[in-house]
Structures are given as C-alpha cells and as structure tokens.
Nanobody
Framework: QVQLVESGGGLVQAGGSLRLSCAASGRTFSSYAMGWFRQAAGKERECVAAISARGGFTLYADSVKGRFTISRDNAENTVVLQVNSLKPEDTAVYYC????????????????WGQGTQVTVSS
C-alpha cells in the first residue's frame, strides 16, 4: 500500500515555473515506478512524465519535453516534477501515481494515486 500526497501547485503566469512534489508513504517506495499525470477540464487524464523505480529511465509526453523534468529521491520517498516555461495549455490538475513494475504511460496501469494539485497558467 502506498499513499501519495502532492503539493506545489498554484497560479503562475505564462513562462513561469513551479516545482510539484509528491510525498509517498511506505517502506517500499523504491520498488515503484512513478508517474505524473494531468487532467484538464473536459479532457482525459494524460501522462506527462514517468520514472522507473531506481530512477534510471524516464519518459515524457511530447508536449512537455524540454520543459518538464521528473526526478525522485528514494531515500526521502519523494518524486518531483519541475515544470518550466509554462503555457496556458498546461493548466490542469496534476496527479502523481505509483505502480509496481516497469514504467508505463497509461493511467489504468497505475495502482495508487494522490489527490491532485491544481496548476493554473495565466496568459
């Protein structure tokens, strides 16, 4: 069982940055692949970034490559999404999620979810 709590969202102007954090409970955090997803109003939830259990592999959605960076600290049970050069279309609720096994990018393949943190980008 893993419990996830996101933080770091907020209102930011276009071009700005935020640091989204996800704190995980449990002693087996290092065995889970982690993903950051987002869901904008009226749209499906999508994966923006994911990282393998040990941090050696990452993947990004094409729309965020070069702007977003995912990282994790297994000693601190945290995963961070650094979001830079934000655009209005990045506005969404951002969720972190965990799954046992290898990295995937489909929401249905993740077992545990946080409550989400709102990111709003003004133009």
């Amino acid at each position: 069982q893993v419990q996830l709590v996101e933080s770091g969202g907020g209102l930011v102007q276009a071009g700005g940055s935020l640091r989204l954090s996800c704190a995980a409970s449990g002693r087996t955090f290092s065995s889970y692949a982690m993903g950051w997803f987002r869901q904008a109003a009226g749209k499906e939830r999508e994966c923006v970034a994911a990282i393998s259990a040990r941090g050696g592999f990452t993947l990004y959605a094409d729309s965020v490559k070069g702007r977003f960076t995912i990282s994790r600290d297994n000693a601190e049970n945290t995963v961070v999404l650094q979001v830079n050069s934000l655009k209005p279309e990045d506005t969404a609720v951002y969720y972190c999620a965990a799954r046992g096994g290898i990295v995937r990018d489909m929401p249905g393949e993740y077992d545990y979810w946080g409550q989400g943190t709102q990111v709003t980008v003004s133009s």
